[in-house]
């Protein structure tokens, strides 16, 4: 898969998103149906000079026709086709409302910090090999009472856009490995660069991440483009 920037929207399940939002629709009560016109006419209006670049639109489209044509015609629809656009659909959108808010943290300097010497603060060692959407989310929280606190900020580790270069080279020389591979040489503070550069690439629909159980390791692969 390829990161689509047309018109503002980076693949066709963003764009689905959007339609959804902008309809204030519900993602898990919706029929794929509602929306199938408005995301056909985006695409029919999309100017694009290398072909390729849209076939993840023309996928999804050819997705939403059939499941438009089968309600049209009263016809039996396999409701997994549905069921599993509208699983993409809530899965990209936790992805992408937690990239933002890290992200956001990231250029606001909230989430990197040192405590003052003299001060007692105690930190609680976090173990990434255990790391879930919701304990990322609890994370967040955290760091976001924290910063209230009298903390001293710094900015000596990578920048974000050097650790996505190096993961992104990484991957594509291991093409799969675990989270904890990726960070084994990071300090504390560079892990936070490391999940959030991982998410970036998952966006992107560089690799694809899968945790089997709760708190397992978490499985990184190179996407098949």
Do not use: W
Request: hydrophobic content about 40%; some cysteine.
């Amino acid at each position: 898969m390829y990161k689509l920037n047309i018109n503002k929207f980076e693949g066709p399940l963003d764009l689905l998103l959007s339609l959804i939002q902008k309809n204030k629709l519900d993602i898990c009560e919706i029929s794929i149906n509602q929306i199938a016109d408005d995301f056909l006419d985006t695409v029919a209006k999309m100017e694009v000079e290398d072909i390729d670049m849209i076939s993840d639109f023309i996928y999804i489209s050819s997705k939403l026709i059939e499941i438009k044509s089968r309600y049209m015609l009263f016809i039996s629809h396999d409701e997994d086709d549905e069921n599993d656009l509208v699983l993409s659909l809530e899965e990209y959108a936790k992805y992408k409302k937690l990239s933002e808010t890290l992200k956001k943290m990231y250029v606001e300097g909230c989430i990197f910090f040192e405590k003052i010497p003299d001060e007692i603060f105690a930190v609680e060692e976090l173990d990434f090999s255990k790391l879930t959407i919701d304990s990322m989310i609890k994370s967040i929280k955290i760091n976001e009472k924290q910063e209230q606190e009298q903390l001293r900020f710094t900015r000596k580790q990578k920048p974000l856009n050097e650790k996505i270069d190096y993961i992104n080279k990484y991957m594509q020389e291991k093409k799969q490995c675990h989270f904890d591979d990726i960070v084994e040489n990071d300090k504390k503070d560079e892990k936070v660069v490391s999940m959030l550069g991982v998410l970036h690439l998952v966006k992107e629909n560089r690799i694809n991440v899968k945790q089997h159980n709760n708190f397992d390791t978490i499985a990184i692969k190179l996407a098949n483009n």
